[in-house]
């Protein structure tokens, strides 16, 4: 578009595909005097999605994860990405939900795709699946981890612990299972305000967890009369500890934490 005798310039632009990449090129005709004429071409190349992605890849394996000291590529944490005309979408999934590190994670993403020539925006989204632990013999099938809170003295703040764990797992989006394993003293059921109960019966002589606050619980507490202790030694001991592990009906959990 233009005209030379009265010194606007001439302008056209064209486009063409190599293999999986665009092409753009611009052209100026500008005169100068009478009917000499310069031609200026600029080229300039669109980067195709399977490009993009490539780059995007290279720059998340700069990624590490601070305790594994891994990448997330090769840890496998980056999944489902799509790229589609600049637009980027993949999602970081972690071992657990609990991650200290997920917001930094999150972030650095974000910053460093941003960053990526071609790219206009960034959606990450953190998600997480808990793996089971490796066990030669499982018994808990549906139970992935256990995570045992003990000490050699009483009175250090044992249950507190545990309730707090349960709690922070399920609040980062685990499911998560709270035994009270204290069998002359337990206390779990009166820092959840769950009312002393026997549990309900289910099939195969097993029996359901109480819930509360998204946690299934189960304790020695249920299986008294309130205010009445239990009074057990030896096999008869270690035969509750037994059904709590074997004759609950968990369902699936991520995590059961043992007080």
Same mark, same amino acid.
């Given at each position: 578009?233009? &005209?030379?005798?009265?010194g606007t310039d001439y302008f056209a632009i064209g486009c063409f595909r190599s293999l999986d990449s665009y092409w753009f090129s611009t052209a100026y005709f500008s005169s100068f005097v009478g009917s000499t004429f310069r031609l200026v071409i600029r080229s300039f190349k669109i980067m195709s999605d399977q490009e993009l992605q490539v780059k995007i890849i290279a720059e998340l394996k700069t990624v590490m994860d601070p305790d594994l000291h891994k990448d997330i590529v090769s840890l496998g944490f980056v999944k489902n990405m799509n790229v @589609? &005309?600049?637009?980027?979408?993949? *999602?970081? *999934?972690l071992t657990t939900p609990a991650c200290p590190v997920k917001e930094q994670l999150k972030t650095e993403c974000e910053t @460093?795709?941003? #960053?990526i020539e071609g790219v206009t925006s960034v959606d990450v989204e953190m998600t997480a699946v808990v793996r089971a632990a490796e066990h030669s013999q499982p018994i808990l099938t549906e139970v992935k981890n256990i995570i045992a809170v #003990?000490?050699?003295?009483?009175?250090?703040?044992?249950?507190?612990?545990s309730t707090n764990l349960a709690i922070a797992l399920q609040m980062s989006g685990a499911k998560v299972g709270l035994m009270d394993a204290d069998i002359y003293g337990p206390s779990i059921p009166q820092m959840l305000g769950i009312p002393i109960s026997p549990p309900k019966g289910g099939a195969d002589n097993k029996f359901y967890p109480h819930e509360q606050y998204g946690l299934k619980v189960v304790? #020695? #507490?249920?299986? =008294?009369? *309130?205010? =009445? +202790?239990?009074?057990?030694?030896? +096999?008869?001991?270690?035969?509750i500890i037994q059904q709590f592990l074997q004759n609950v009906e968990w369902g699936e959990l991520d995590y059961l934490v043992i007080d």
């Open positions: 578009v233009g &005209d030379h005798l009265t @589609k &005309d600049g637009n980027v979408k993949f *999602e970081v *999934e @460093k795709v941003s #960053a #003990a000490s050699g003295k009483g009175g250090v703040g044992k249950s507190t612990v304790s #020695a #507490a249920f299986l =008294q009369k *309130e205010g =009445q +202790p239990l009074m057990l030694r030896g +096999p008869m001991l270690g035969g």
